[in-house]
């Protein structure tokens, strides 16, 4: 129970330390680009781990039952399984692309290794890269890679730059 405390205590300074360095950047939106300033996404990534990291410090002490989880040989497989599928999905990246790799990734890992329903996997599954793509693309002007799909992208590019 102590240790936990101890690696959120680790993380309260190094996100502090984190946005320290980000704050020299402007951390707000940026009227010239369009997008984001240089230090936005590590100072807001910090700010929020480092309120997470204080949510963990001073959370109520769990029951004695909680503490005595280890880490078993059962678990192994699991574990090797979803390290592939991400090693996989990062290899495809940069031929086939974020919008191909990761809903790929989520099928898998929503169906085929969770064996949650067709509507679940399929509407994640389409939904997400659509999320993505007017989330970073659109809004925050960050392109992603896009692999063998790029040509299909230069209509929406007609319509968002």
Same mark, same amino acid.
């Not at 699991?78 to 990062?90: C, D, G, R, S």
């Not at 925050?140 to 896009?146: A, F, N, S, V």
């Given at each position: 129970?102590?240790?936990?405390?101890? !690696? @959120?205590?680790?993380?309260? %300074?190094?996100?502090?330390?984190?946005?320290?360095? *980000? =704050?020299? +950047?402007?951390?707000? #939106?940026?009227?010239?680009?369009?997008?984001?300033?240089?230090?936005?996404?590590?100072?807001?990534?910090?700010?929020?781990?480092?309120?997470?990291?204080?949510?963990?410090?001073?959370?109520?002490?769990?029951?004695?039952?909680?503490?005595?989880?280890?880490?078993?040989?059962?678990?192994?497989?699991?574990?090797?399984?979803?390290?592939?599928? !991400? @090693?996989?999905?990062?290899? %495809?990246?940069?031929?086939?692309?974020?919008?191909? *790799? =990761?809903? +790929?990734?989520?099928? #898998?890992?929503?169906?085929?290794?969770?064996?949650?329903?067709?509507?679940?996997?399929?509407?994640?599954?389409?939904?997400?890269?659509?999320?993505?793509?007017?989330?970073?693309?659109?809004?925050?002007?960050?392109?992603?890679?896009?692999?063998?799909?790029?040509?299909?992208?230069?209509?929406?590019?007609?319509?968002?730059?």
């Amino acid at each position: 129970m102590l240790l936990d405390k101890v !690696i @959120a205590g680790a993380l309260v %300074l190094l996100s502090a330390y984190m946005m320290s360095h *980000a =704050i020299l +950047l402007p951390i707000g #939106w940026n009227g010239e680009t369009g997008g984001p300033g240089g230090g936005a996404f590590p100072f807001w990534c910090s700010l929020i781990i480092l309120i997470c990291a204080v949510f963990v410090i001073f959370r109520p002490a769990r029951s004695y039952e909680a503490d005595q989880f280890t880490f078993d040989r059962e678990m192994m497989g699991p574990l090797i399984q979803v390290i592939v599928a !991400i @090693a996989v999905t990062i290899a %495809l990246i940069p031929t086939a692309g974020a919008y191909v *790799a =990761i809903p +790929l990734f989520l099928f #898998w890992y929503l169906k085929i290794y969770g064996k949650h329903s067709w509507t679940l996997a399929l509407s994640i599954t389409m939904l997400t890269p659509i999320a993505v793509f007017f989330f970073f693309e659109a809004t925050l002007k960050i392109l992603l890679p896009k692999g063998i799909t790029e040509p299909f992208f230069f209509p929406l590019y007609a319509m968002f730059f």
